[in-house]
Antibody, heavy 119, light 108 residues
Framework: QVHLHESGPGQVSSLETLSLTCTVSDASMSSHFWSWIRQSPGKGLEWLGSIYYSGSTNYNPALKSRVTISVDTSKNQFSLSLTSMTSADTAVYYC?????????????WGQGLLVSVSS | SSELTQDPVASVSLGQTVTITCLGDNLRTFSANWYQQKPGQAPTLVISNNNNRPSGVPARFSGSASGKGAFLTITGAQAEDEADYYCNSRDNTEHLVLFGGGTKLTVL
């Protein structure tokens, strides 16, 4: 059964770049989309972007200039970079896999990583 | 771009049936998925592609769609079904993923 695990800093300074990695265990990354989703405290879910295992990407237009997602299938990992962090970016960041029949149906999800932005 | 609209709250008596609604123009074209999220946990997929129930999801969860609406029905709600429920789909014109605002379900 596939497992996803987010890793990275729990706190970044304002205007810094956030870098997170999602490690995929017990499954190949092939033939799937891999995504980043976040949830601000007490709020709903926001899709950040997705990457196919071959490297093609889709990004949320609202964040497109700040977001980069990359994949390293040799390490079974994909990564998120989010520039110019502000307090509005404080959130739990999740990585997730798109199911085979729908790239925007996410299963499973990682446990999530809380990232706080300090001024 | 499109958006998905959910009622923020819903309630159901133990053992009864509840339907949670998700509305969006894009749902006429693209399928909806549903997620359950309990406090302090990551969301889990309970319905994909409007009406497919992943392995391990109890049969009391079902999904349907009609027009610009998608619907999650819990038949015989249990105490453990108390959670936030989110729908998601994709935008009509861009490769953009949308989430509804979520419905907080209380089981009375």
């Amino acid at each position: 059964q596939v497992h996803l695990h987010e890793s990275g800093p729990g706190q970044v300074s304002s205007l810094e770049t956030l870098s997170l990695t999602c490690t995929v265990s017990d499954a190949s990354m092939s033939s799937h989309f891999w995504s980043w989703i976040r949830q601000s405290p007490g709020k709903g879910l926001e899709w950040l972007g997705s990457i196919y295992y071959s490297g093609s990407t889709n990004y949320n237009p609202a964040l497109k200039s700040r977001v980069t997602i990359s994949v390293d299938t040799s390490k079974n990992q994909f990564s998120l970079s989010l520039t110019s962090m502000t307090s509005a970016d404080t959130a739990v960041y999740y990585c997730a896999r798109g199911i085979t029949s729908s790239w925007y149906a996410f299963d499973p999800w990682g446990q999530g990583l809380l990232v706080s932005v300090s001024s | 771009s499109s958006e998905l609209t959910q009622d923020p709250v819903a309630s159901v008596s133990l053992g009864q049936t509840v339907t949670i609604t998700c509305l969006g123009d894009n749902l006429r074209t693209f399928s909806a998925n549903w997620y359950q999220q309990k406090p302090g946990q990551a969301p889990t997929l309970v319905i994909s592609n409007n009406n497919n129930r992943p392995s391990g999801v109890p049969a009391r969860f079902s999904g349907s769609a009609s027009g610009k609406g998608a619907f999650l029905t819990i038949t015989g709600a249990q105490a453990e079904d108390e959670a936030d429920y989110y729908c998601n789909s994709r935008d009509n014109t861009e490769h953009l993923v949308l989430f509804g605002g979520g419905t907080k379900l209380t089981v009375l």
